[in-house]
Each structure stands twice: as structure tokens, then as C-alpha cells.
């Protein structure tokens, strides 16, 4: 499991799109494709009121098992994907649902199976930007996290490389080849 957060500024149509359908070269299939969390007119409306110019968080959480594989896992933990979704929200964000536009957009399309979490940066209620962690000091809470839920889950851990938006998603994918 691999935990990766990057600033995304790409207008929220465009990620929609890309999370729903692919690109243009790698179109997705339905099958492939599965809306976990949120509601997607629903995210695009709050996104479209409070600040078309908004900017979006993603986490990209990548598995190394298959969608099937990870909810056998669980299940010998006696928990579902859904709770273990929730659970990984609840340790990502310090914010509960009501405070936050979020949406997670599960895809088995490649190697690995992957959620992308999407944020708005702006909590509803005050209007002010979200604090998620992004200094190389606090990006350690993230690989504490993913040491942790795997070890509870006996999920495979991955080589997490040092956090950096620079650091492209195809090399952290790299490492849990």
C-alpha cells in the first residue's frame, strides 16, 4: 500500500473526466471504474459554488493485491472495503464528511488496484483552506499510517519513497512492482 498526496489544479470537469472515463490514448471501461465514496454530481455542485477556481487534493492510494485479494483480507479482519475505506479517511483527514467536498474513485483498469481521493481545499462551513500535511516532516505521518494499516490488514506495505510533489506517481508505482 502506498499513500501519495499531490496539489492538483487541472479544472474539476477535466479530473472528473479523466477518473470517470480515462484519457483520450486509455479510455476506461464501466467495469473497471467504481464511484466507493461521495457523489459525483453532488462534489461537482458544492465544487461549483463555493469557488470554481478552487484547487483539489488527491491522495492516490495504490494496492499491490487486486480488488479481490484486498477484500479477502479484510474479511478474515472482519471488516468490509466500505469500513475500510472509512477507516482510511478517518486517519487522512482531520475533518468529518460534512466539513469537506470528497470524493473516492476506485479503478482496477491497470496492474494495480488504486483509490484516487479527491478533496476540495475548502472547508465548507468557515470558507478557509484545509490543512492536510505537506512538509517532508509531517509527510512521516503518512508512512506511519500505511505501516500501520498494513500490519493490522496484513496488506502488502510497498516501498514508500520520501514524499515530494516532484516524485511522479509512476515511480512510487514502480516501487510496489
Do not use: C
Not at 13 to 33: A, C, F, M, W
Not at 52 to 60: N, Q
Request: glycine share 4%.
Amino acid at each position: 500500500m502506498l499513500i501519495h498526496l499531490q496539489p492538483n489544479e487541472s479544472p474539476i470537469r477535466n479530473r472528473i473526466d479523466y477518473l470517470l472515463n480515462g484519457t483520450e490514448q486509455k479510455s476506461r471501461g464501466e467495469d473497471k471504474v467504481e464511484v466507493i465514496h461521495g457523489d459525483v454530481a453532488r462534489f461537482m455542485l458544492i465544487h461549483s459554488v463555493h469557488n470554481r477556481r478552487i484547487k483539489t487534493f488527491d491522495f492516490l492510494i495504490t494496492f499491490k493485491e487486486s480488488k479481490e485479494e484486498l477484500e479477502k483480507k479484510l474479511e478474515t479482519k472482519g471488516t468490509t472495503l466500505e469500513e475500510f475505506h472509512r477507516e482510511i479517511l478517518f486517519y487522512l483527514l482531520p475533518y468529518s464528511e460534512e466539513e469537506i467536498n470528497l470524493l473516492t474513485v476506485a479503478h482496477a483498469d491497470t496492474d494495480h488496484y488504486h483509490w484516487h481521493i479527491t478533496i476540495d481545499n475548502q472547508h465548507l462551513p468557515s470558507g478557509k483552506a484545509l490543512y492536510l500535511p505537506k512538509t517532508k516532516l509531517e509527510i512521516r505521518f503518512y508512512d506511519r499510517l500505511r505501516r500501520y494499516i498494513s500490519a493490522k490488514y496484513g496488506i502488502s506495505l510497498g516501498v514508500q519513497q520520501p514524499y515530494s510533489v516532484e516524485v511522479g506517481t509512476k515511480k512510487l508505482i514502480e516501487k510496489l512492482k
